[in-house]
């Protein structure tokens, strides 16, 4: 299985208050990713990192902010959770972007924003 | 709208029997992948499909990619318990994000 750490697991927050999710990989993969994942949408890219402090916006990115800093940590901020933001979050990593990408899944956050 | 568009979103069928689930778009995809989802766990990557008409296989799981590229199957020959989960299709539009249909929860009674 791939080295890839999130932390917490599970997460009940109230509206209106800051969260930070970390995701935390020993593979050394350059590109590490966050996604979200909610009934009748399947997984949805927020943000993306292909290197370090070199982050891009994925499809979802509102409300969301990411940082980098090191190569095996990248970090998920809700600036202001709200309760659209309840949601099951994964951080995926991977050493290739395009045809040959294989992501690996991290096991996954579960945020309740009340 | 969904860009991958996957059917049945649930099934249940019985230990033994075969199953055919379906990922379509009207976007064309330089590759698709699948994966499979258990509870309470990342999705986890099955096969990746690069070329239209390609056919694949894995085990009792045969994964084939449309000839245009704008679709994939996944058939479960003599489905076992084992296989429940959710199976996720991706693919690359051509512009290095993928995207991932809602998936087929599929739930094999023994």
């Known amino acids: 299985d791939a080295g890839i750490t999130q932390s917490p697991r599970h997460k009940v927050t109230e509206t209106g208050t800051p969260v930070t999710l970390r995701c935390h990989q020993t593979?050394?993969?350059?590109?590490m990713y966050w996604y979200r994942q909610d009934p009748g949408h399947g997984l949805r890219l927020i943000h993306y990192s292909y290197g370090v402090k070199d982050t891009d916006k994925g499809e979802v990115s509102d409300g969301y902010s990411v940082s980098r800093s090191k190569t095996e940590d990248f970090l998920l901020t809700l600036e202001s959770a709200t309760s659209s933001q309840t949601s099951v979050y994964f951080c995926?990593?991977?050493?290739?972007?395009?045809?040959?990408?294989?992501?690996?899944f991290g096991s996954g956050t579960q945020l309740s924003v009340l | 709208t969904q860009l991958l568009e996957q059917s049945p979103q649930f099934l249940s069928i019985q230990e033994g029997e075969n199953l055919t689930v379906y990922c379509n778009s009207s976007s064309v995809f330089s590759s698709l992948q699948w994966y499979r989802q258990e509870p309470g766990e990342g999705p986890v990557l099955l096969v990746t499909v690069v070329t239209g008409g390609e056919v694949k296989k894995l085990k009792r799981l045969t994964f084939q990619f449309g000839d245009a590229r704008k679709d994939s199957s996944l058939h479960i020959t003599a489905a076992q318990p084992g296989d429940t989960g959710l199976y996720l299709c991706a693919g690359d539009a051509n512009n290095n994000d993928m995207r991932f249909g809602a998936g087929t929860r599929l739930t094999v009674k023994p």
């Open positions: 593979e050394n993969h350059r590109y």
């Open positions: 995926a990593i991977s050493g290739t972007r395009g045809d040959n990408e294989k992501l690996f």
